[in-house]
């Protein structure tokens, strides 16, 4: 468990102290995962008294469906021995899931043994949803963007085409938006399109994703979905966007114009994906047109 300097080993007395007042769980077990000694943090991160943990397995605490995995990378060490890194999830008696990152090391002796050093890691865990999320979502309405749009899509592709169902595409452009800049200030014009993407998020199917895709454009993808659905919803896109909008006690003038496209069913994923944007693209400036 501890670096030792060729010529002497530390003494006992300060292998025990490190051991036991680590800033994170260790604990000594056999081959088989067996715990012969558990420092205090570990039963602490575990929920149990390190006392009782002694003559389990952390098998016993992990969570279910990280327990296959976790007895691999345990067997996977018994026959090469040397180190393992691997992360999974603790489950304490009183239900709190934790994510640790597990390193075990082999240690050869009379008998051979582990060394376990669990480190939770939940800051780092929430930190990384995130960062993830706020790559695949727009910072201002929180709806997916643009990457995450296409990522949508083309599973709702995919699915399309494996259960010979139709997909549509909704793309949304919001008339009169530069003028509600330009004469309310950005702010105002921030806070309509916080507010066009609550009522897009108000009407639409739990299966349907709505996206900004920047500026004033947004976009729905909407799976297993004919076209004569995507054009009731559109209607109600309209019913809910009238062509008014109140935003902290002004209330300024936003039309909406609309495009649909369509992907029939079981059509190969391919190029579709392109194709069924550019078509509901067309048609939005077709409706934008139109409607001047």
Known sequence: MFDVEAGGSPPRADLDSAFTHSPMGVALSTPSGELLAVNAVLGELVGVPAEQLRGATLFAYTHPEDVPGARAVCRELRERRGRVRYECRVQRPD???????????????????LVMVVEDVTERKELEERLLHLSAHDPLTGLPNRLLFHDRLRHALERGHREHTPTCVLVLDLDGFKAVNDQHGHHTGDAVLVAVAGRLAGVLRASDTAARLGGDEFAVVCENTERTDAERLAARLREVMPGTLTVGGTTVRVGLSIG???????????????????????????????RR
Do not use: F, L, N
Not at 98 to 107: A, K
Not at 262 to 282: C, K, L
């Open 260 to 290: 649909i496209g369509s992907v029939d069913a079981g059509t190969e994923p391919g190029e579709a994906e392109e194709a069924v944007v550019r078509q509901a693209d067309a048609a939005m400036y077709a409706d934008k047109a139109s």
């Open 95 to 113: 239900g709190r899931v934790v994510p640790v990152q597990v390193t075990t090391s082999w240690v050869e002796g009379d008998p051979p043994h």
